[in-house]
């Protein structure tokens, strides 16, 4: 089957800028500083804008973007050779047909609705734009109705709800991109285009052309390219074509890693890399290295028929409840699937990590629920967590880590013969969004902190929601559904504002007419991080440790919100003295949000368990976390102090234990925990700092 990655090889670019290449109002934009470092030698340049050639020569001036082949300036009215330094006149030949200028402007004055005109620099003889505020598509239509009774042939085009564009009837984008091609002896199959509006929606309806839809499109383009073969872009502006540019390998992987500002002289950094430097680096590497064959062996302690265990079976007796660990965990099997994806070419592992995604998919429910989880001994799933609440988050694991391995391996047998079952996971998670806002509802205890009190819209499960929405539209992509995966990978986006406007509270965020308790509270200040919960009633101020690591990791939040989280964390130790505990600050008796089963087994008194305990599988990703920050040096200092408490252990060393208590350190839980192994492994590889 043809895709995107098996057709002709891409020899032309057509990009538009604004709110595409770089933000409208500041400018800024990622894009010049990995073109300058990657441009390939073969591929031609061209902007395709409304803006115009000389507006366009300010900014390449101004080194805000770097300097291309062509430019299709004024939304395909004119076509500039920047090697020649001139307009291409004979293009303009072209536009002449049943084009006049003074016959637009009386027949657009005429108009019942307001309209007034944009500034000069966006006019000029082939082409009027206006502000037209609020059209529906019955007006627009009316309007390209008029002017066939006037017998002009023009082209209208409306976009951001705003922008009415008058042109002659040959001039849009997509036209004169295509003359472009014919004058260079190329076709629609050579070209990469990518927009953010309705202008260019031209552009996309060429045939057999590739594309990107930038994350922060309109809604107008997103429903235009639905039944296309775009690439629909995770982030913004700039970073959603690079994005787009690495996906179709135009630019290499590394450009994506280059993307994220330096911070390294921010004072307070400033001050953790002074304290780092201090330390003997080759210690700490040396007790990395022999952490990463130690995590080897613990991993593969958990090797079982059935895929991986919680813990080793040999090395933790079970007693009572404490049976339930004799199983393959949906979330644990799927987070240590993920974290141990480096060593795919160990055949051990590799077999007991597809056996563990086939094991919980053969235990789906008939309403696509994942199975909490399976017990080894005798193959019969479990649907439910403590006090029979259902687990939400398994499921969105597992969608998860489907996806990572498939993306893997690309073994596309393997995801054609579960894609069907992923599909009832995915509207089984679907209908715990029971108001339609895009956010799951989660029932109290219903995720891997199934001690704890949260509910309704948790953090750590809307941004786990995100990604797995993000996941199963790059798999319906590997199956050439391009359709449906754009309908997934938008709706993505939707979870992502939901997310940001709900869990980052600002004082400077603008409310909606209507809002919830949650939102009214906007008001009471700014934060640093996401919230970890909200609620129609209320709302908690604490920090998810876990939920802000994971919403960089996957793109939720951009690496200026990262960074204020990271100087947070810093701030209140919670990654001292091992990485990290998972929530600050802890629940205490008294306090609103104590619940009193947190007394049961002792296990969520505070600094314990879930109420702040340390997590050595959260600690690897959190390693990533810093990491994907820029800070390599912190990164590496995290990891050191992650294998010193892998290192602790119960009865003897290298256990790789479950949990630790929050303030001293201590080993706690079980021995030879498969995520805590899988998730150091893949910390060490994320670093790069394991000889091959």
Known sequence: METNLTKSPIKLLSFDIDNTLIEFHTLKSNFKKIWKTYKPEDVILTYNTGRLIDDVLRLIKKGVLPKPDYIIGGVGTLIYDCNKDCIVKEFNDVLDEGWDLDAVEKLIQSIDHPISDQPAKFQHSYKRSYFFHDANDELIESIEADFVKANMLVNIVYSGNKFLDVLPKWANKGNALQWLLTKLNLTADNVLVAGDSGNDSAMFNMKGIRGIVVANAHEELYKFTKYRQVYHSEGDHGDGVIEGLVYYKVLPEEAKTCLEEDHTDDYFIQQELNHIAEDDDKEKLELIREGYEKAIIALKKNITPLGFSACSIKDNVPSGTDEN????????????????????????????????????????????????????????????????????????????????????????????????????????????????????????????????????????????????????????????????????????????????????????????????????????????????????????????????????????????????????????????????????????????????????????????????????????????????????????????????????????????????????????????????????????????????
């Open 325 to 692: 660990y004799h199983s393959v965990w949906a979330r644990d099997g799927a987070i240590t699937v993920i974290g141990s994806l480096s060593l795919i070419h160990d055949e051990e592992i590799h077999k007991c990590q597809r056996q563990t995604l086939v094991t919980l998919f053969e235990h789906i429910s008939r309403n696509g629920q994942i199975p909490s989880n399976v017990r080894i001994k005798d193959n019969v799933a479990d649907y439910s967590g403590v006090g029979g609440i259902c687990s939400i988050d398994s499921g969105i694991w597992v969608v998860i880590a489907f996806y990572e391995y498939v993306n893997v391996t690309k073994d596309i047998d393997f995801l054609r013969k579960y894609i069907s079952d992923i599909k009832e996971t995915m509207r089984w998670l679907g209908a715990h969004d029971s108001n339609n806002d895009a956010l799951l509802e989660i029932p109290e205890a219903g995720d891997w902190t199934d001690l704890f009190g949260g509910s309704y819209n948790i953090l750590y499960d809307e941004i786990l929601w995100y990604r797995a929405n993000v996941c199963y539209g790059r798999m319906l992509e590997m199956l050439g559904d391009y359709e449906e995966a754009g309908e997934y990978i938008r709706w993505s986006q939707v979870i992502k504002k939901e997310i940001l406007q709900n869990f980052w509270p600002s004082t400077q965020q603008k409310l909606f007419q209507s809002v919830s308790f949650a939102e009214r509270q906007f008001t009471l200040g700014d934060t640093s991080y996401l919230i970890a919960q909200t609620t129609p009633f209320d709302f908690s101020w604490r920090c998810d440790i876990f939920g802000n690591v994971l919403a960089f990791l996957h793109g939720t939040v951009d690496a200026e919100k990262a960074h204020q989280t990271f100087k947070f964390i810093l701030g209140v130790g919670v990654n001292d003295p091992f990485p990290i505990r998972n929530v600050y600050p802890v629940v205490t008796p008294g306090d609103p949000d104590w619940r009193p089963y947190y007394t049961v087994n002792l296990l969520n008194l505070p600094h314990h368990y879930h109420n702040g305990g340390i997590w050595p599988f959260v600690g690897g990703f959190w390693v990533k976390f810093v990491n994907k920050l820029g800070l390599r040096e912190v990164a590496i200092s995290e990891l050191y102090k992650l294998a010193l408490i892998n290192k602790q252990g119960l009865t003897e060393e290298w256990e790789f234990t479950e949990w630790a208590h929050g303030t001293s350190g201590k080993a706690m839980g079980k021995a030879y925990q498969a995520w805590s192994a899988a998730q150091y492994i893949s910390a060490c590889n994320d670093l790069k700092v394991i000889n091959n």
